[in-house]
Nanobody, 125 residues
Framework: VQLQASGGGLAQAGGSLRLSCTAS????????IAWFRQTPGKEREFVAA???????HYSLSVKGRFTISRDNAKNLAYLQMSSLKPEDSAVYYC????????????????????WGQGTQVTVSS
């Protein structure tokens, strides 16, 4: 399985970016899709997840500003990021997990078995 994340870059505070994730060797239609992010010296942290049921879940730090979505027909996932803040600066990773992941387990990175290479997001103040 290969995941490819793209769409990162430089944005100003208050601006928007949209990240994309595509996969080869595995279909999104049978997977939980998530986005995590990581800054130097810190643990990779949960950002958002989209379950097979269609339910979406967000960390408190991004809720109301970020939107996760998927297009199973195209095997694509997205993370629309709005009202960006400097503290959103990080390397963002897309990940796939079992389609049976329950809500309480979405935030654990060990529950995801496929990862993209990451895309850098930098937000300037």
């Amino acid at each position: 399985v290969q995941l490819q994340a793209s769409g990162g870059g430089l944005a100003q505070a208050g601006g928007s970016l949209r990240l994309s994730c595509t996969a080869s060797g595995r279909t999104f239609s049978s997977s939980t899709i998530a986005w995590f992010r990581q800054t130097p010296g810190k643990e990779r942290e949960f950002v958002a997840a989209n379950r097979l049921s269609g339910s979406t879940h967000y960390s408190l730090s991004v809720k109301g500003r970020f939107t996760i979505s998927r297009d199973n027909a195209k095997n694509l996932a997205y993370l629309q990021m709005s009202s960006l803040k400097p503290e959103d600066s990080a390397v963002y990773y897309c990940a796939l997990g079992s389609g049976r992941l329950i809500v309480s387990s979405l935030w654990l990175k060990d529950n995801y078995d496929a990862w993209g290479q990451g895309t850098q997001v930098t937000v300037s103040s």
